[in-house]
């Protein structure tokens, strides 16, 4: 879902934005598993850190500012959404999954 908000080029139709709202909602749903603890096997553990909920909310806040972007059809505040979505993905992937980044 994140690769679909950032990548997304000139979305012209309605199914197009369509699909950026779908992930956009995905986003969403999977922050606010991440920040339950998620489905990972450390998981559980890694959700009493405190940079673990810091990210996870920001990752949410993110996904809430695409979805919005999207909703108004607004390209320019889609794109400074994504880049308010990479930050806390990149950072939380460099403290608990580092390997992730590298594939």
Aim: charged share 25%.
């Amino acid at each position: 879902a994140s690769d679909t908000l950032w990548g997304v080029d000139d979305p012209t139709s309605d199914e197009d934005w369509k699909t950026l709202e779908d992930a956009a909602n995905a986003m969403l749903d999977s922050g606010a598993a991440i920040k339950l603890g998620g489905t990972g096997p450390r998981d559980k553990q890694w959700v009493s850190q405190r940079d673990w909920k810091m990210l996870s909310e920001k990752m949410i806040a993110a996904a809430g500012q695409a979805l919005q972007a999207i909703r108004n059809k607004n390209l320019d505040a889609l794109f400074d959404a994504g880049d308010a979505l990479y930050q806390p993905c990149e950072e939380c992937h460099g403290i608990f999954n580092p390997a992730v980044i590298d594939q």
